[in-house]
Every structure is written in structure tokens, then in C-alpha cells.
């Protein structure tokens, strides 16, 4: 089921998101399902829709990811959300 | 007087588009005479996407570094080349993870310079509670280490720096590791220059090649730093083995 060797980027994408999932389990329960829901869907989403080729693409987001996963760790916060405005223009 | 600008432009909005190098076409004898002042007029007439970093416009403050013909300097303090025939490349900082056209991330980079402490660590009290001395003599050895503005141009044109970012410093936080060596005020000198040189990848990647001081726009010298700084490492461990 599973291809049989990860490519170094596909392993640092697994490990962006065991590391959200770990960090969700240190939250209360009820932040811990709907930052687990977030983070799957949005995983989910960009493993369709983006090209497997597209490294530039990747990377960034994997940047981005991991950004947020700090601000994550930090005990104040107690979960992620976020909106789209309006389409893309050009 | 037609110029052209040939800038580097990706949007993470819009992935499926590969990195590409847009053509503008600016009339000089209407604009500035920096790279900076053609970039404000490009976006505020043609195109308000184009994203770049900027603040004083006088080269102090070292957010508009960019890679502009090949050499990475500060926007505001590189002249316009007025030569018509030859386009002008302006390319994000060289090896670094792009946000938007030409904003690099820098957290690796600003995380190095927060490791080697720039702050001033002393184990006495100042005398009369008031402020450490320091003779001009001492103050003069800091001239050409202070003026650092943490552009990051020299780090990201060290090619030491671009194989191995996440444990060669790079010569900007070595410039600043050695400021506070050299600062008299300081008396964590030995610690400081111990947590530099304990493992060989954070000095000792520097292979000397000088790209850091050839790209500096302060015209400083980090190649010169850090190669004063091995020296006074491997004087030190020297003495430690003739003692013993």
C-alpha cells in the first residue's frame, strides 16, 4: 500500500505532520480534535491538489509549516484556524 | 533612457506557476538613481504585486538586500548601471528558501546570530555602579566589526554557507561572534570563543574564500574576523598543551 522508500522531502512532510499531531496531544481535548481535523484536511487537500514535482511549492509550504508548528508548541495557544479572502486576482 | 529590469517573481498563491524573471521597462531621467528607487516606482506605476523587503533607504538597517547583477548588496546603496543595451538582473539572496518574489526567509540565519550571544556578559558589577570603561584604544578595535548591519548578503554568498546552513554560522554571525571577543568590556572571552570552536563545523567550515568581504556593502571584512578569530584559537589551545 505504502510505496516502498520515502523520498527524503515525503519524509519530512510525514514528520511536519506527526509533529503537529504530537503537539495537538498536549492540548486540551476539545483544541486537540479540531486542530487534529485541521491539519489532516489541510494535508489531505495539498496531497491532491499539488503536483508532486512542484519542489519550489513544497518547500515552501513545508516552511510555512513548520513556522507555524512552533507557534503552535507555544502554551498560550490553544488552536489554528484560518479564512480565504476573496479570489485570486491575477 | 529606457532600461530594463529583468526581476524574479514567484507567487505561492499561484504554485502551478514556475519561478520566472519578469521584463519592466523604466525611463531613468524620471526615476531615482538606486535599484531601490526604480523597484518603489515599478511597483507603485506597473505592478503593485512585486513583493521586496525595505525600510530607511540609506542602507543602515540592511532589509533590502537582493542579489542585483550577480552580486548581492543592499537595494538602496547600488546605482543604476545607465547603460541602456545591458538588462538589469535583481534575483532574490542566493540559496535561500523564497517567500514571494524577491523575500527570503532569514529565521535560520537570525537564529545563528541569536547563538552566539550579542550581548555584553560580564561576572563584575561596573565601578560605582555607573558604566564599564573602556580606553579609545580598546573602543578602536571594535571599528569595522560594529558597523554590521545584518544584511545578510556576506552569509549568503559564502558558498561554505550554502552547502551546510544549518551548522556553518556564516560570516555575519562570526563577524559578531569575534566584535564580542574583541570587545574589553566583555570577560566571557574564553567561553565565548570555546562555544565557537567546540565542534569543527561552526568556525571551521570557513574555507577562506572571501566571497563574505568582496560582497560586504559596508565594506567590511568578515574573512579578516574570522580568520583572526582561528588564530587566537589555535594560539590559545597552544598554550594549553605547553603548560601541561
Not at chain 2, 87 to 97: A, D, K, S, V
Not at chain 2, 191 to 202: F, H, I, P, S, Y
Request: hydrophobic share 30%; charged share 30%; glycine share 4%.
Amino acid at each position: 500500500m505504502a510505496p516502498p522508500r520515502l523520498s527524503g522531502m515525503q519524509k519530512q512532510v510525514l514528520s511536519l505532520y506527526r509533529g503537529f499531531l504530537r503537539a495537538a496531544r498536549l492540548k486540551s481535548a476539545d483544541d486537540r480534535k479540531q486542530i487534529e481535523a485541521v491539519v489532516s484536511a489541510e494535508f489531505r487537500r495539498n496531497s491532491n491538489q499539488v503536483d508532486r514535482k512542484n519542489f519550489v511549492y513544497i518547500e515552501y509550504l513545508l516552511n510555512r509549516g513548520k513556522k507555524q508548528l512552533d507557534q503552535l508548541k507555544s502554551p498560550g495557544v490553544v488552536g489554528l484556524s484560518s479564512f480565504s479572502v476573496g479570489g485570486g486576482q491575477r | 533612457m529606457s532600461k530594463e529590469f529583468k526581476i524574479y517573481r514567484w507567487n505561492p498563491d499561484d504554485p502551478t506557476r514556475k519561478p520566472f524573471l519578469q521584463s519592466f521597462f523604466l525611463d531613468l531621467t524620471d526615476c531615482g538613481p538606486m535599484v531601490l528607487d526604480a523597484l518603489q516606482k515599478i511597483k507603485a506605476e506597473v505592478d503593485p504585486g512585486l513583493t521586496y523587503r525595505r525600510s530607511c533607504r540609506e542602507g543602515i538597517c540592511g532589509s533590502c538586500a537582493m542579489n542585483i547583477d550577480g552580486t548581492n548588496t543592499v537595494a538602496c546603496l547600488e546605482p543604476i548601471d545607465p547603460d541602456p543595451a545591458k538588462p538589469l538582473f535583481i534575483t532574490p539572496l542566493p540559496h535561500m528558501f523564497v517567500i514571494k518574489d524577491l523575500v527570503v526567509d532569514l529565521t535560520n540565519f537570525y537564529q545563528q546570530y541569536k547563538s552566539i550571544e550579542p550581548w555584553l556578559k560580564t561576572k563584575r558589577r561596573p565601578e560605582e555602579g555607573r558604566e564599564y570603561r573602556q580606553s579609545p584604544e580598546d573602543r578602536k578595535k571594535l571599528d569595522g566589526l560594529y558597523e554590521c548591519i545584518l544584511c545578510a548578503c556576506c552569509t549568503t554568498s559564502c558558498p561554505s554557507y550554502w552547502w551546510n546552513p544549518e551548522e556553518f554560522l556564516g560570516p555575519a554571525s562570526l563577524l559578531h561572534a569575534y566584535r564580542w571577543i574583541c570587545d574589553s568590556r566583555d570577560e566571557y572571552t574564553e567561553e565565548r570563543l570555546q562555544a565557537v570552536t567546540e565542534r569543527m563545523q561552526k568556525l571551521y567550515r570557513c574555507r577562506a574564500i572571501k566571497n563574505c568581504t568582496a560582497t560586504c556593502p559596508k565594506s567590511l571584512n568578515p574573512a579578516d574576523a574570522i580568520h583572526k578569530m582561528k588564530a587566537k584559537h589555535l594560539t590559545s589551545v597552544h598554550v594549553e598543551k605547553s603548560e601541561s
